[in-house]
């Protein structure tokens, strides 16, 4: 029988109480990515489906189409996101973000779309047509783009409210800004939640969290922004090199306290703007990290659960030198044996 109240029916079959809730590993469903820049436009829900790809909306689609003319000569993996002009809160339309360099640009617009690209994505450089600011604090988006997934707009403008009154309480509004954002891949995984943030070292940190409800939203606060603590059972990645299959996401818990990972294949969604994305490691408590070696060039931090720990585990390089060492001496130990039990024979 049809309930009479359709908040409750919206949230039974798109909401946080929907059967699909807490079914999939999250770990490793974000691919990996260097950096986000998201394009502010609009309200979330004026947009279209697809609003990189809509004829009634050219400067997204612009923008969409020269990310991908041009994504193979940016030295930097780039995912780019559509989010919320909020003037309430300083932004307009054509205001970009770029993390991790925590600056914004203002007046981006039809007529200079290409010389942005060449000047910052491809070259690195200061943008000739504008002005960086740096931006500080952190930074929550939250896709809440319903028509384009009806469960993200169910989950995400609770989801903003919700982490709006908390932040409130807290008082922290001039340290945490949160905004509503465009499709991000896996609307499965509503509420997604994606978190900009400094570590205690100074060093911008992009998580991204799935299954996300209003009861997690203190825990997001409390442990993830001031203490730097990955919430790991909604994890999904992070801004930086991509977890391997299997690594890291068999210690995954979900919110239900159910072991998901056995059986389960990580699925990665791509956002139309932008199809190489992240999910890295993660960082340590109050800045202290554990990390295992992915290159010679780059060291991040993945999670790896022990009960309420995050473990470091040695490289294969450090235990190879350390079962080397063990066998010298060893080797060192029946010599010395040997010259005994001939010195007695002799």
Same mark, same amino acid.
């Given at each position: 029988?049809?309930?009479?109240?359709?908040?409750?029916?919206?949230?039974?079959?798109?909401?946080?109480?929907?059967?699909?809730?807490?079914?999939?590993?999250? /770990?490793?469903?974000?691919?990996?990515?260097?950096?986000? +820049?998201?394009?502010?436009?609009?309200?979330?829900?004026?947009?279209?489906? *697809?609003?990189?790809?809509?004829?009634?909306?050219?400067?997204?689609?612009?923008?969409?189409?020269?990310?991908?003319?041009?994504?193979?000569?940016?030295?930097?993996?780039?995912?780019?996101?559509?989010?919320?002009? &909020?003037?309430?809160?300083?932004?307009?339309?054509?205001?970009?973000?770029?993390?991790?360099?925590?600056? &914004?640009? &203002?007046?981006?617009?039809?007529?200079?779309?290409?010389?942005?690209?060449?000047? +910052?994505?491809?070259?690195?450089?200061?943008?000739?047509?504008?002005?960086?600011?740096?931006?500080?604090?952190?930074?929550?988006?939250?896709?809440?783009?319903?028509?384009?997934?009806?469960?993200?707009?169910?989950?995400?403008?609770?989801?903003?409210?919700?982490?709006?009154?908390?932040?409130?309480?807290?008082?922290?509004?001039?340290?945490?800004?949160?905004?509503?954002?465009?499709?991000?891949?896996?609307?499965?995984?509503?509420?997604?939640?994606?978190?900009?943030?400094? &570590?205690?070292?100074?060093?911008?940190?992009?998580?991204?969290?799935?299954?996300?409800?209003?009861?997690?939203?203190?825990?997001?606060?409390?442990?993830?922004?001031?203490?730097?603590? +990955?919430?790991?059972?909604?994890?999904?990645?992070?801004?930086?090199?991509?977890?391997?299959?299997?690594?890291? /996401?068999?210690?995954?818990?979900?919110?239900?306290?159910?072991?998901?990972?056995?059986?389960?294949?990580?699925?990665?969604?791509?956002?139309?703007?932008?199809?190489?994305?992240?999910?890295?490691?993660?960082?340590? +408590?109050?800045?202290?990290?554990?990390? *295992?070696? /992915?290159?010679?060039?780059?060291?991040?931090?993945?999670?790896?659960?022990?009960?309420?720990?995050?473990?470091?585990?040695?490289?294969?390089?450090?235990?190879?030198?350390?079962?080397?060492?063990?066998?010298?001496?060893?080797?060192? /130990?029946?010599?010395?044996?040997?010259?005994?039990?001939?010195?007695?024979?002799?």
């Amino acid at each position: 029988m049809a309930s009479d109240n359709p908040t409750v029916v919206d949230d039974a079959t798109n909401g946080f109480t929907r059967p699909e809730m807490y079914k999939e590993n999250l /770990a490793g469903t974000v691919d990996a990515y260097d950096r986000h +820049v998201f394009l502010c436009y609009k309200s979330h829900v004026a947009w279209p489906p *697809r609003v990189e790809s809509s004829d009634a909306d050219p400067f997204p689609k612009l923008v969409a189409a020269t990310w991908k003319a041009r994504r193979n000569d940016m030295p930097l993996k780039t995912k780019i996101t559509v989010c919320e002009a &909020r003037e309430e809160a300083g932004f307009s339309d054509g205001d970009v973000l770029i993390f991790p360099e925590m600056i &914004r640009y &203002r007046g981006l617009e039809e007529s200079n779309v290409d010389s942005f690209f060449e000047d +910052v994505l491809v070259n690195g450089k200061p943008w000739t047509a504008g002005v960086p600011e740096v931006v500080t604090g952190s930074h929550v988006y939250v896709c809440a783009h319903g028509s384009r997934d009806v469960r993200c707009g169910v989950c995400g403008p609770v989801l903003i409210k919700k982490l709006n009154e908390e932040i409130e309480l807290r008082g922290l509004k001039d340290q945490i800004s949160v905004t509503a954002c465009s499709h991000v891949g896996g609307h499965k995984y509503a509420g997604n939640v994606i978190i900009y943030s400094p &570590r205690a070292d100074g060093k911008i940190m992009g998580h991204w969290y799935g299954y996300v409800t209003p009861n997690d939203v203190p825990e997001l606060l409390d442990q993830h922004i001031a203490k730097g603590e +990955v919430i790991q059972r909604l994890w999904r990645g992070q801004m930086g090199p991509s977890v391997v299959d299997g690594k890291g /996401a068999d210690d995954q818990k979900l919110a239900n306290g159910k072991d998901t990972s056995k059986g389960k294949k990580n699925h990665v969604e791509s956002d139309k703007l932008s199809s190489n994305e992240t999910v890295g490691c993660c960082q340590g +408590v109050n800045g202290v990290s554990c990390c *295992r070696t /992915a290159s010679a060039e780059q060291n991040e931090e993945i999670p790896k659960q022990q009960g309420s720990k995050i473990s470091c585990s040695w490289s294969v390089l450090q235990q190879r030198d350390i079962l080397t060492a063990v066998g010298v001496l060893g080797a060192v /130990a029946v010599v010395a044996v040997a010259y005994k039990l001939y010195r007695r024979s002799g």
